[in-house]
């Protein structure tokens, strides 16, 4: 009985070693000491299992830096203004599949919400940052 279940275990190992999120910005930008990167890892977002790509484009299954950020890749960065209501509107929006599909318990009109805030009305017109 130990014989199957040592395995088991043994040949299970690779499924579970291959199921984790690969995300080299995260390896990348802890090596260089990056704050961000810690606070990430504490993240819903990366919890969820959304890459720092997931957010601010680009390959983050890259190796290499210039490819990782490539624009062609859809790199955007940091987003500044306007833009970063834009860029979590892709998926804090009414968008029920995205809510659905993280299992989220968040409402699903957030970008109505964020535009009917002051903050939000200040954010959507370039006035916040």
């Given amino acids: 009985m130990k014989k199957l279940l040592l395995t088991f275990l043994l ?11 690969v995300n ?27 890459t720092c790509a997931g957010c601010h484009g680009g ?7 210039e490819q990782a950020m490539a624009k062609d890749k859809g790199f955007i960065g940091v987003p500044k203004g ?9 998926c804090h929006s009414s ?5 659905k599909e993280f299992n989220s318990i968040l409402p699903r009109n957030q970008l109505e ?4 805030s002051v903050h939000g009305k200040l954010s ?3 006035k916040e940052h």
């Fill in 113 to 116: 919400i964020l535009t009917g």
């Fill in 11 to 21: 040949l299970a190992l690779p499924m579970f070693a291959s199921s984790q999120t």
């Fill in 95 to 99: 968008a029920p599949k995205m809510v």
């Fill in 59 to 65: 390959d983050d299954r890259a190796e290499e830096m």
């Fill in 24 to 50: 080299k910005c995260l390896d990348c930008h802890e090596t260089i000491g990056d704050k961000v990167a810690d606070l990430f890892k504490q993240d819903v977002h990366s919890e969820k299992g959304i």
């Fill in 82 to 90: 306007d833009d970063i209501s834009q860029a979590c509107a892709k």
């Fill in 124 to 126: 959507t017109n370039g």
